[in-house]
């Protein structure tokens, strides 16, 4: 790996490590507002809303300048919503217009990573990229708990400017201070990443072109049979791994009864275990075995149906990391393999738009859904039930259908042979 590779990688790490510490500051604050349990998920909801939205523009945008000035850019919007909190602003319209940036983030992100390096480095390529993203996830959950903390927060407070009124007199606003310090990081990091060369035809710039050009990206890659199954697979992975953000919190408290700061350290925890997962996943899996990893995916859904039996702290921590390693180990091959049948079929940047809507329009309805059970008032252990499931029956289906579609590719090449 290069030097610009590297650059790139501390980028991602710092931004997304300021998006998860952020998400955790806003559930507090939402705590401190006394907002009702169902709106928390809302949160979330409302930071992937614009991936969904904007997902025919973003990918014409990524690949109309240099990938790292887009992720500059989109970093001031992430500064820019962070700082609307100051202003009263609430968490769930300024959570919205962090998710704003982060939307036109991803495509340059993931997009940049084609262009840099050749095919067979990409499932390495990810291993890194998704260990680093689930090491900030790790370390922003821990760091939001923290800076919400009684013991954190009188710390942050204590300091005081000579001369100078910060205006900094809340646990909110200290916190929010230290991350929007890490995004200026991020910002800096975006400043040095290498232009690749990597130039595109003219992007259009007529709405109704973008959605009708948009849409056949869209079924290009749906129709496309491996294309298809890497893509359902992590449309599936990413509304199921945000639902379980949440899920777990709510597990801690009533199941495992521990205070708030106390139970970030559990979604951490699920955390590792994605990224140990993804290094393990990157070392073993090549590109072109990354569909035997499928079944992982059931065996993940079945695990975390385990939850309910559990309510002691010491046997939450290995589940939760062995849902954390399943994940990881089939998630990097399907993320490799996506971004490579994408670059073949379509430019990088629309590839990745066309993976952004599906995932996050998943995290959308798997959210809202839960939202709903919660505001229905249905028992914890039976959405976990039904989650795990859910989880396990999609993952069958997809394995099913993968299977089918290479019996089909045998039948068509033996009828290709006979004709010869």
């Not at 202003?87 to 704003?100: E, K, R, S, T």
């Not at 923290?146 to 909110?172: E, H, N, Y």
């Not at 945000?242 to 106390?262: G, M, N, R």
């Not at 039976?382 to 029956?393: D, E, K, P």
Request: proline content about 4%.
């Amino acid at each position: 790996m290069n030097r610009g590779f590297y650059t790139i990688m501390a980028a991602q790490f710092f931004s997304s490590l300021a998006d998860n510490a952020l998400l955790f500051v806003a559930i507090d604050l939402l705590i401190s507002m006394k907002s009702p349990g169902w709106i928390t998920p809302l949160l979330k909801l409302s930071f992937v809303l614009f991936y969904v939205l904007l997902a025919a523009f973003v990918g014409a945008f990524a690949d109309s300048l240099p990938k790292g000035r887009v992720m500059f850019i989109a970093n001031l919007i992430k500064i820019s919503g962070c700082l609307l909190i100051f202003f009263d602003v609430h968490p769930l319209l300024a959570y919205a217009v962090v998710g704003f940036g982060a939307a036109v983030y991803s495509p340059a992100k993931y997009g940049i990573l084609t262009e840099l390096l050749p095919p067979e480095k990409l499932v390495a390529a990810n291993g890194w990229i998704e260990g680093l993203t689930v090491a900030s996830i790790i370390f922003g959950t821990v760091m939001g708990g923290a800076l919400v903390s009684g013991r954190t927060s009188a710390f942050l407070l204590s300091f005081d400017m000579p001369f100078f009124d910060t205006g900094v007199d809340t646990p909110t606003e200290a916190a929010l201070c230290v991350v929007v310090g890490i995004y200026v990081l991020a910002t800096l990091f975006n400043l040095k990443i290498p232009d690749t060369g990597c130039k595109y035809p003219h992007q259009e710039h007529n709405p109704i072109k973008l959605v009708t050009d948009f849409a056949n990206c869209y079924g290009l890659l749906w129709k496309d049979k491996l294309g298809q199954i890497s893509l359902a697979v992590t449309t599936l992975f990413w509304g199921a791994a945000a639902t379980l953000q949440f899920i777990v919190l709510e597990w801690a408290k009533k199941s495992l009864h521990l205070p708030y700061d106390k139970a970030t350290s559990l979604v951490g925890v699920v955390a590792i275990g994605v990224a140990a997962g993804a290094v393990l996943s990157a070392c073993f899996i090549s590109l072109r075995k990354s569909l035997s990893v499928i079944p992982l995916g059931i065996a993940m859904g079945g695990i975390v149906m385990g939850m309910t039996l559990v309510h002691s702290v010491w046997l939450a921590y290995p589940l939760l990391i062995f849902v954390g390693v399943l994940s990881g180990f089939f998630l990097v091959p399907m993320n490799a393999l996506l971004q490579h049948r994408g670059h073949v079929l379509m430019s990088a940047g629309h590839s990745i738009a066309v993976q952004n809507f599906n995932e996050n329009l998943s995290i959308l309805t798997m959210l809202a859904i839960y939202s709903l059970m919660l505001r229905l008032h249905l028992e914890l252990d039976a959405i976990i039930i039904l989650f795990g499931l859910f989880v396990a029956g999609i993952m069958l289906f997809i394995m099913r259908k993968h299977a089918a579609n290479q019996r089909e590719h045998d039948s068509l090449s033996l009828i290709g042979e006979m004709k010869h």
